[in-house]
């Protein structure tokens, strides 16, 4: 759910996953003072992304600096892989920033590790305004009673394609279709037009979540995984024989070609992924690219969610109720909206909703996909993610890549994710 730049997210989740274990008890604290010296408080914000997410920040900064003289923000920024060595490093020494940039795969991680701040007294003494957020994404980081963290912005999943393939082969997508018709598709997109129908979605994690969301189980549960080895090798077998089919495309040529995307490259039709990274399409590749809908099992369930980046306290800050009012302010303020537009989503509150409207063919694209599946009435809940998230999520797309490459057959994959899967349950 986060946004990486267009770098080899196996190979980021490994860094963070890996580096993760260095954050110890000393990260541990309460956060209870607020300065109270009377003069200016400085707070510390910490971020990742590209240096243009970095520009839109600082100039929300400066705008929340002039409305709060009183509150400094000390900025930082890094690459997605960097961010989390760095912030591993200060949590260990007990001195991480008061604010950083979160994803809920990292959420129990760092709750476990008494890492993170619970907002909601915050919330109680008035400093942090949870109302008005979309389709329940106040609830979004709350973990076992704690508000660890609220999100800035939104995103859901989704099948980006090829609309001039899509509309050469005659098929519309509309929601509530079913994976038969998304299949019968991909059919007929190879045999027409000799080109695979899908990247391979067989290691996205997360919309293999929705399908097992679909059929009443989910990928985690609050302490472990949510499915077993008999889900898991149909799924997988069914992948392989897709690839040697050449309805899911050649992996070998969509390693060569990454970072871009298999879809934007004309190596695929469709991909799925979360509905804000789609504007990386038209950059990348010389089509029309749009959204399709989910399918589902039953042509109703989709099993979908909003989810996207958030803003999380640090427990050793000194100053909880700045954190709390700087966080109020970047998820609510409609200027904040208007500078940051979509870069992170879109804006999770109904103010900023409403304040940015999105003048480019793609982000107007994400906010009618939003609004439609809002109004279709398909979003439920997130299903909450155990610590060691992240390191099972680089484990299920690295294996399925090399299953997919032949390296490992159905059978073998499945043991050894699920292996690496206990280990890094276990470990966290």
């Known amino acids: 759910m986060s946004r990486n730049n267009g770098m080899d997210r196996r190979q980021l989740l490994k860094l963070a996953g890996l580096s993760a274990a ?72 007990g001195n991480p920033p008061d604010v ?15 890492v993170l701040l619970d907002l909601n007294p915050q919330v109680e003494k008035g400093n942090l305004d949870l109302g008005g957020f979309r389709s329940g994404l106040e609830k979004f980081a709350e973990i076992d009673g704690k508000l660890l963290g609220v999100p800035v912005g939104s995103n859901s999943m989704a099948l980006v394609i090829d609309e001039k393939v899509y509309e050469k082969a005659g098929i519309a997508p509309e929601i ?29 994690m997360y919309l293999y979540d929705l399908i097992l969301r ?21 799924y997988w077998t069914e992948a392989l024989e897709r690839v040697k089919a050449g309805l899911y495309a050649d992996p070998n040529k969509v390693e060569q ?22 504007v990386r399409y038209s950059a990348e590749g010389g089509s029309s690219y749009g959204l399709a809908p989910i399918p589902s099992t039953d042509g109703r369930k989709t099993g979908q969610y909003l989810g996207s980046l958030m803003l999380s306290g640090t427990a050793r800050t000194r100053h909880p109720a700045e954190v709390a009012t700087f966080i109020s302010f970047m998820t609510h303020d409609p200027e904040v909206a208007r500078i940051m537009g979509y870069d992170r989503g ?31 009435g398909v979003l439920e809940p997130i299903t909450p993610h155990p610590a060691g998230a992240d390191v099972i999520e680089a484990a299920f797309l690295r294996i399925g ?17 699920f292996s690496e899967a206990k280990t890094a349950l276990a470990s966290n």
């Open 100 to 114: 950083i940039q979160n994803a809920v795969t990292f959420l129990r991680k760092y709750e476990a590790k008494n």
């Open 176 to 204: 509530g279709w079913t994976w038969d018709d998304w299949y019968a598709g991909l059919q007929k997109i190879r045999s027409g037009q000799k080109i695979a129908g899908d990247a391979g979605p067989h290691g996205v």
């Open 346 to 376: 879109v804006p999770a509150t109904t103010a900023q909703f409403e304040a940015f409207q999105p003048a480019d063919a793609p982000s107007k694209a994400i906010a009618a996909y939003e609004t439609a599946i809002a109004k279709a």
């Open 257 to 278: 070609i990454k970072p871009a995307s298999a879809t934007a490259k004309g190596l695929s039709a469709g991909e799925f992924t979360w509905d804000n990274f789609s």
């Open 401 to 417: 890549a090399d299953l997919a490459l032949g390296k490992t057959s159905p059978k073998d994959s499945v043991k050894q994710f």
């Open 22 to 93: 260095g954050v110890g008890m000393t990260a541990a604290g309460c956060g209870s003072g607020s300065g109270g010296s009377g003069g200016p408080v400085t707070i510390r914000h910490s971020w990742w992304g590209a240096d243009d997410r970095a520009k839109k920040i600082q100039s929300c900064v400066g705008l929340f600096e002039k409305k709060h003289p009183k509150i400094k923000v000390k900025t930082d920024f890094q690459q997605y892989p960097d961010f989390w060595k760095k912030f591993n490093t200060q949590a260990a020494g």
């Open 214 to 234: 679909q059929n009443g189980k989910a990928f985690f549960t609050e302490n472990g995984m949510g499915f077993g080895e008999a889900e898991l090798l149909p």
